[in-house]
Structures are given as C-alpha cells and as structure tokens.
T-cell receptor, first 115, second 112 residues
C-alpha cells in the first residue's frame, strides 16, 4: 500500500486477555518502530526493528509486551494479560533508514481499550 | 534522563498572524531535530527537520535551531485555521541515530 497500515483501528478487550496489533509498513522501509501514545502526551518509544531483528526493545514496559517482524516487513505487537493501564493508542512508524536521519511515516494507530 | 520540553498550550493565535512554537531539549549530543504535526485523532506527520544551527525555511514554516542554548523553534507565518493542531518536537538521541525523544506537544489554535 501507499502508507503504513495498522489493524485493527480499534480494539476493546477485557483485562487479562491477549491481543495482537498488526503493522504493515511502507514497502522497502527497513526501519520499523512501535510507539505508545496516551492522551496529551507525545509518542513513547517501545521497540525498533532494523530488518527482521529487534535492534532496540528497551522501551517495552515489561515482559507482557513482545513484538516480532519475522520477514522484515509486517510486524506484530503482542500484549499478554492486558491491564487497564495498557489502554492507549499504539502507533507504528516506518522509515527508509533510522528515524534520526530521515522522515518517519506513521500509521493511523490502533486504539486499545482494556476494560 | 533525556527530555524534550514543550509548553502544552493551548496557544491561541489570530488568523494571518505568526505562530511561534518552542522546544528545549536536554541531550547535548543531539544532532537532528524534527517538528511533527498531529491533528486530533490522527497520527503525526513531518513538517520540518533541521540539523544545523540557524534558520531553515519551507514555505510558511521556519525552523530555528540554537544548539548552544539547546533550543529549537517553529514559526508559522500567515497562520490559517487549518494549522490548528498539536505540534510535536522530536529530537534524535545523541547516542543513536534511530531513537527519537518526543515532547508532549503544543496545542495550537488559529482563530478565524
């Protein structure tokens, strides 16, 4: 597609459930980022992929969060045993190189609500 | 801890006036600086980036960088109601070329 695509756009889940959020980056973009954004805040870094590998996962809040990018394209963010505090908009971004050197293109986000 | 600070606003500016948005950062090693615009309920989109001290102009937008003062600003000339949005300042970490540190954003309102 022409832009970064994220699915679903909205997800409501019960506390304790498992969720998967999908990101389809712009074709050819090797760098992929997951961010989390709460109301009135800037994006909070979660994880950075360069190709297939997680180059930096230092932003993942705890071991309930995990992300993969097995073929260097689509990425999935996985959250186990969801908690109400996980409610936020999860943003995916891709760029042709590291985001400090070039423009990052964002998807429309997945709004996760844990009830 | 590396930080990027912005006034949360809202900053209210009359249509046609100049809007001035400011950002300070703590990481002296940072080399690249970005302004993203985010409309309500939408995702951020890049407005401008700047690497060198001084001014960089692109249409109605001018980014200004002062590394000695650790200060970056965005000026919007001839402000339009469509400029009403939250403006996010992002600073590349001096330790890496991929990690962006984000401010919380300044909400700008252009009054017709």
């Amino acid at each position: 597609g022409a832009g970064v695509s994220q699915t679903p756009s909205n997800k409501v889940t019960e506390k304790g459930k498992y969720v998967e959020l999908r990101c389809d980056p712009i074709s050819g973009h090797t760098a992929l980022y997951w961010y989390r954004q709460s109301l009135g805040q800037g994006p909070e870094f979660l994880i950075y992929f360069q190709g297939t590998g997680a180059a930096d996962d230092s932003g993942l809040p705890n071991d309930r969060f995990f992300a993969v990018r097995p073929e260097g394209s689509v990425s999935t963010l996985k959250i186990q045993r969801t908690e109400r505090g996980d409610s936020a908009v999860y943003l995916c971004a891709s760029s042709p190189g590291p985001a400090g050197n070039t423009e990052a293109f964002f998807g429309q986000g997945t709004r996760l609500t844990v009830v | 801890q590396k930080e990027v600070e912005q006034n949360s606003g809202p900053l209210s500016v009359p249509e046609g006036a100049i809007a001035s948005l400011n950002c300070t950062y703590s990481d002296r090693g940072s080399q690249s600086f970005f302004w993203y615009r985010q409309y309500s309920g939408k995702s951020p989109e890049l407005i401008m980036f700047i690497y060198s001290n001084g001014d960089k102009e692109d249409g109605r937008f001018t980014a200004q960088l002062n590394k000695a003062s650790q200060y970056v600003s965005l000026l919007i000339r001839d402000s339009q109601p469509s400029d009403s949005a939250t403006y996010l300042c992002a600073v590349a970490s001096g330790d890496s070329n991929y990690q962006l540190i984000w401010g919380a954003g300044t909400k700008l309102i252009i009054k017709p």
